[in-house]
């Protein structure tokens, strides 16, 4: 696995456990301990995000020291003495864990959490259960089930503010932080508002931060297997371009493990009639949102053009940037624009009448639920909406495993070639850069008339850094282009815009930082292993491979793209186009 480094390579000398080890100066005892091949356990800890010291799990003794001190900030220093795992040190993590089941709803066979939580890990590594726990004051709070993406309950919260830093932080919303003091403190929005009366744009960055069940996706899987199991509907399911690179994950598989054509495998045998790719979509997103952009680049008109594919980004540009509406594509995303196909072009070319078919995504995004029930989102009219259900990755894991598949003993299988076809450009769209790059192919070969030496735009590529900018030359005229991930810094770059300081054509935005490959639908995944290992690179660099490994790497060869304009649509930007794939936006004021 690719690590987190520091730059940093000046090394301090020390030993833990009597083992001498070095680390880079400016590590802290935590990152030494790791480098050592030592864990240290955690619970409130995230790295660059929420380094408060506040749980005290990380607990160790260093020698001189007068008191145990918290390894996730205490720093390392020459000829430093750490002991990890003395009595001492056992005895605090075990009162710890005690004093958080005080105050925590152990009904965990329930929670959505059991085997994946943190905290439950933790107690059955220490030999703590709920009957050594101390007696605690336990709140009662109403469970905040008000969005359509999450569900909020704070009687399993730990108070580890994890959710809370990585909201302001990272996204910076600040939907929620904590209120009131001692027993009552407890994390939500302010005056105690339901969430659906906040800022949330629906990111779940909240979600996969959270270690415990305090925070968790809605699910949506109950109303899929009705669906499969009703004989009169035609149930349909497209899969977004990083799901692959993700779901592995879900079965114990290498983070970045390219699953593809298991995961179809897997679909077919749970029962949908058709399993498709979003990325057709994506690719038919590009024809769509380049002929957009050239025209407004020609005219000069409503520029700089913003992507529209990220629903998180959409709905937070409508709350917080309203004066930016009128520069956000018109495009729908690639999952409508699958489902405005399906229930419009495939319900013809199948006989079915649209009604009858029942579109289920799979996103790595959880405000793809907010996105298909927003409004102008029925290309086929009479309220058939063109996403009937929207799933996560972990969802559809959790679908897997209650079917009894064995997911590792899948054979390959490919996407059905009615909706399934794609090409290479349409695989990075998981990726911060990745629209703007597929869009680049396209718009190139339209303005120069000729086929691009190589498809690749490697300074808009990286998922570490949140704003990255270019320039290119094509037919004689200048295109700047910014691709930014993490909502917090969306509003840096729109700061940029309406001052003036900066002047771009193109704007790629992704709420979730790295892109969809971390959504907040993606796989859970441990502190332990947010902390030390490069997620997002090593995801992304699954979908890189795979479009370097396609024949097709641009969006206007893809031939099923070219049939369906062919067919159906007749030109990208036509006046059908617009009323099939395209959108409209609103004004919000903290409201759904």
Same mark, same amino acid.
């Given at each position: 696995?690719?690590?987190?480094?520091?730059?940093?390579?000046?090394?301090?000398?020390?030993?833990?456990?009597?083992?001498?080890?070095?680390?880079?100066?400016?590590?802290?005892?935590?990152?030494?301990?790791?480098?050592?091949? %030592?864990?240290?356990? &955690?619970?409130?800890?995230?790295?660059?995000?929420?380094?408060?010291?506040? $749980? @005290?799990? =990380? +607990?160790?003794?260093?020698?001189?020291?007068?008191?145990?001190?918290?390894?996730?900030?205490?720093?390392?220093?020459?000829?430093?003495?750490?002991?990890?795992?003395?009595?001492?040190?056992?005895?605090?993590?075990?009162?710890?864990?005690?004093?958080?089941?005080?105050?925590?709803?152990?009904?965990?066979?329930?929670?959505?959490?059991?085997?994946?939580?943190?905290?439950?890990?933790?107690?059955?590594?220490?030999?703590?259960?709920?009957?050594?726990?101390?007696?605690?004051?336990?709140?009662?709070?109403? %469970?905040?089930?008000? &969005?359509?993406?999450?569900?909020?309950?704070?009687?399993?919260?730990?108070? $580890? @503010?994890? =959710? +809370?830093?990585?909201?302001?932080?990272?996204?910076?919303?600040?939907?929620?932080?904590?209120?009131?003091?001692?027993?009552?403190?407890?994390?939500?929005?302010?005056?105690?508002?339901?969430?659906?009366?906040?800022?949330?744009?629906?990111?779940?960055?909240?979600?996969?931060?959270?270690?415990?069940?305090?925070?968790?996706?809605?699910?949506?899987?109950?109303?899929?297997?009705?669906?499969?199991?009703?004989?009169?509907?035609?149930?349909?399911?497209?899969?977004?371009?990083?799901?692959?690179?993700?779901?592995?994950?879900?079965?114990?598989?290498?983070?970045?493990?390219?699953?593809?054509?298991?995961?179809?495998?897997?679909?077919?045998?749970?029962?949908?009639?058709?399993?498709?790719?979003?990325?057709?979509?994506?690719?038919?997103?590009?024809?769509?949102?380049?002929?957009?952009?050239?025209?407004?680049?020609?005219?000069?008109?409503?520029?700089?053009?913003?992507?529209?594919?990220?629903?998180?980004?959409?709905?937070?540009?409508?709350?917080?940037?309203?004066?930016?509406?009128?520069?956000?594509?018109?495009?729908?995303?690639?999952?409508?624009?699958?489902?405005?196909?399906?229930?419009?072009?495939?319900?013809?070319?199948?006989?079915?009448?649209?009604?009858?078919?029942?579109?289920?995504?799979?996103?790595?995004?959880?405000?793809?639920?907010?996105?298909?029930?927003?409004?102008?989102?029925?290309?086929?009219?009479?309220?058939?909406?063109?996403?009937?259900?929207?799933?996560?990755?972990?969802?559809?894991?959790?679908?897997?495993?209650?079917?009894?598949?064995?997911?590792?003993?899948?054979?390959?299988?490919?996407?059905?070639?009615?909706?399934?076809?794609?090409?290479?450009?349409?695989?990075?769209?998981?990726?911060?850069?990745?629209?703007?790059?597929?869009?680049?192919?396209?718009?190139?070969?339209?303005?120069?008339?000729?086929?691009?030496?190589?498809?690749?735009?490697?300074?808009?590529?990286?998922?570490?850094?949140?704003?990255?900018?270019?320039?290119?030359?094509?037919?004689?005229?200048?295109?700047?282009?910014?691709?930014?991930?993490?909502?917090?810094?969306?509003?840096?770059?729109?700061?940029?815009?309406?001052?003036?300081?900066?002047?771009?054509?193109?704007?790629?935005?992704?709420?979730?930082?790295?892109?969809?490959?971390?959504?907040?639908?993606?796989?859970?995944?441990?502190?332990?292993?947010?902390?030390?290992?490069?997620?997002?690179?090593?995801?992304?660099?699954?979908?890189?491979?795979?479009?370097?490994?396609?024949?097709?790497?641009?969006?206007?060869?893809?031939?099923?793209?070219?049939?369906?304009?062919?067919?159906?649509?007749?030109?990208?930007?036509?006046?059908?186009?617009?009323?099939?794939?395209?959108?409209?936006?609103?004004?919000?004021?903290?409201?759904?």
């Amino acid at each position: 696995m690719e690590t987190l480094n520091r730059q940093d390579q000046t090394m301090v000398h020390l030993t833990i456990n009597n083992i001498p080890c070095c680390a880079p100066a400016g590590s802290t005892i935590l990152e030494a301990a790791h480098a050592a091949g %030592i864990a240290i356990p &955690t619970l409130c800890y995230l790295k660059e995000v929420n380094e408060i010291g506040a $749980c @005290r799990m =990380c +607990v160790v003794e260093v020698r001189g020291a007068r008191n145990l001190v918290p390894a996730c900030v205490h720093p390392i220093a020459e000829g430093m003495e750490v002991f990890t795992n003395t009595k001492n040190v056992q005895a605090a993590r075990r009162t710890n864990l005690k004093l958080l089941l005080s105050i925590h709803n152990q009904d965990c066979l329930s929670c959505p959490r059991s085997g994946d939580c943190e905290l439950q890990k933790l107690c059955r590594e220490y030999g703590v259960d709920n009957h050594m726990a101390f007696e605690g004051e336990k709140n009662h709070y109403e %469970i905040d089930t008000t &969005t359509p993406h999450l569900i909020r309950d704070n009687s399993k919260c730990i108070l $580890c @503010r994890r =959710c +809370v830093a990585t909201c302001e932080k990272v996204m910076g919303v600040e939907a929620i932080g904590v209120s009131q003091r001692g027993f009552k403190t407890h994390i939500g929005p302010s005056f105690d508002a339901m969430l659906n009366q906040t800022a949330c744009i629906n990111c779940g960055q909240c979600i996969v931060a959270c270690p415990t069940g305090a925070l968790t996706t809605t699910v949506e899987t109950d109303t899929v297997w009705a669906a499969i199991d009703d004989p009169t509907k035609h149930v349909i399911i497209q899969t977004a371009p990083s799901v692959r690179a993700t779901l592995g994950e879900c079965f114990g598989l290498p983070v970045g493990t390219n699953v593809e054509g298991k995961m179809v495998a897997a679909l077919r045998r749970l029962g949908f009639d058709g399993v498709f790719d979003t990325d057709f979509a994506a690719d038919m997103t590009i024809m769509e949102e380049a002929t957009e952009f050239l025209h407004r680049f020609e005219s000069g008109q409503r520029l700089p053009l913003f992507t529209s594919c990220c629903p998180g980004w959409v709905k937070y540009c409508e709350e917080f940037y309203p004066e930016f509406l009128p520069n956000l594509s018109t495009c729908k995303s690639p999952q409508q624009m699958f489902g405005a196909l399906a229930k419009t072009y495939y319900a013809q070319k199948k006989g079915i009448d649209p009604k009858d078919i029942v579109c289920v995504s799979v996103m790595p995004c959880t405000a793809k639920k907010f996105e298909h029930k927003r409004g102008n989102q029925s290309a086929a009219g009479d309220g058939i909406r063109d996403v009937d259900v929207a799933l996560t990755t972990r969802a559809l894991g959790h679908m897997i495993k209650r079917a009894g598949l064995l997911f590792d003993q899948m054979p390959d299988e490919q996407f059905d070639s009615a909706l399934g076809i794609a090409s290479g450009a349409s695989y990075i769209f998981g990726v911060t850069g990745g629209v703007m790059e597929a869009a680049l192919r396209t718009a190139a070969e339209v303005l120069t008339g000729k086929p691009l030496a190589d498809p690749v735009f490697q300074d808009i590529r990286g998922t570490d850094q949140g704003i990255k900018e270019a320039e290119y030359q094509l037919v004689g005229k200048k295109i700047r282009v910014c691709c930014v991930s993490g909502i917090g810094n969306a509003a840096t770059v729109l700061e940029w815009i309406k001052s003036g300081e900066k002047q771009y054509d193109f704007v790629e935005v992704m709420a979730c930082p790295g892109g969809c490959i971390n959504g907040g639908g993606q796989p859970t995944q441990p502190a332990e292993v947010r902390n030390f290992w490069n997620l997002k690179a090593l995801r992304a660099k699954a979908l890189y491979d795979e479009d370097e490994a396609t024949v097709l790497r641009k969006s206007h060869e893809n031939p099923l793209v070219q049939r369906v304009y062919e067919e159906f649509l007749g030109q990208p930007g036509s006046e059908k186009a617009h009323h099939i794939l395209h959108t409209s936006y609103v004004e919000r004021d903290y409201e759904y």
